[in-house]
């Protein structure tokens, strides 16, 4: 009659394979750590810096082109200003002024009248450099600092072509 159990090979392989998965787990542990280290500000767990990122994303996407200046605005690496179509087809300028430490200021005017206002609070400096493709189409960098002036944010964003 055979006894039951497990031979000492058998033990070895499993603690092998067990030994190989917690490997992988501590590696992978490590390398989220080090990325949570190297970006300053983890801007999709943050509400206003992941909402920021969206807007400007969604105005970039849907601008027709920059204007030059707008009520006393004008392009510049602390003030973006966009010529966008918004879903009911009618065109807007969009404005965010990035001049003041720690906001992001929103505003949307239709023809001359200001709409919307909208404030985030709470964020890293944005900025803005226009940046011209291969192809030459003018897209738009969005880059931010945090409080230790390291990159946190570096995007560029390409404008839909429209008709």
């Keep these: 009659m055979r006894e039951r159990g497990y031979t000492l090979l058998e033990i070895v392989v499993t603690l092998a394979v067990f030994g190989i998965f917690l490997w992988i787990v501590v590696v ?35 601008t027709t082109f920059y204007p030059r200046a707008f009520q006393g605005y004008e392009q510049s690496p602390q003030t973006l200003l966009l010529y966008t179509i918004d879903q009911s087809g009618f065109g807007k300028t969009v404005i965010y002024d990035f001049r003041t430490h720690g906001e992001v200021h929103r505003k949307e005017y239709n023809a001359t009248e200001s709409t919307r206002e909208w404030v985030a609070h709470g964020v890293p400096d944005f900025h803005f450099d226009d940046f011209t493709l291969d192809n030459g189409q003018v897209a738009a960098r969005i880059t931010a600092r945090d409080e230790q002036n390291r990159l946190a944010i570096d995007e560029i964003f390409v404008p839909r072509p429209h008709n």
């Design 28 to 62: 992978l542990t490590a390398e989220m750590r080090a990325n949570e280290k190297r970006y300053p500000v983890n801007y999709m767990a943050h509400p206003e810096v992941s909402a920021v990122m969206a807007r400007l994303r969604r105005d970039i996407f849907d």
